[in-house]
């Protein structure tokens, strides 16, 4: 009896095209950098406003770089299904 090796197609939740790990990192970088604005100007001028704002920038950039990748790798896998 030979058994077949069945190939499975990997869900789109795995990370194929190995962006996931960059996007994390690029997220926090980013994220950091409109922290650290949100503190030094919050330093310099003691304005609480400014302060809450730059902390949800920095939220808010987190969650869209994260999605932008999120497009990039389906778009990637959309280009993968059609060569094959």
């Known amino acids: 009896?030979?058994?077949l090796r069945m190939e499975k197609k990997p869900s789109?939740?795995?990370?194929?095209?190995?962006?996931?790990?960059?996007?994390?990192?690029?997220?926090?970088?980013v994220s950091a950098l409109f922290a650290a604005v949100a503190?030094?100007?919050?330093?310099?001028?003691g304005d609480y406003l400014q302060l809450g704002v730059f902390l949800v920038v920095?939220?808010?950039a987190y969650f869209v770089i994260v999605f932008i990748f999120?497009?990039?790798?389906?778009?990637?896998d959309s280009v993968d299904d059609r060569e094959h």
């Open 1 to 3: 009896m030979s058994k």
């Open 12 to 29: 789109h939740s795995q990370d194929r095209h190995k962006t996931q790990k960059l996007a994390r990192i690029l997220a926090i970088v």
């Open 39 to 45: 503190i030094a100007g919050f330093n310099r001028t």
């Open 58 to 60: 920095s939220i808010v």
């Open 70 to 76: 999120k497009g990039v790798d389906r778009l990637l």
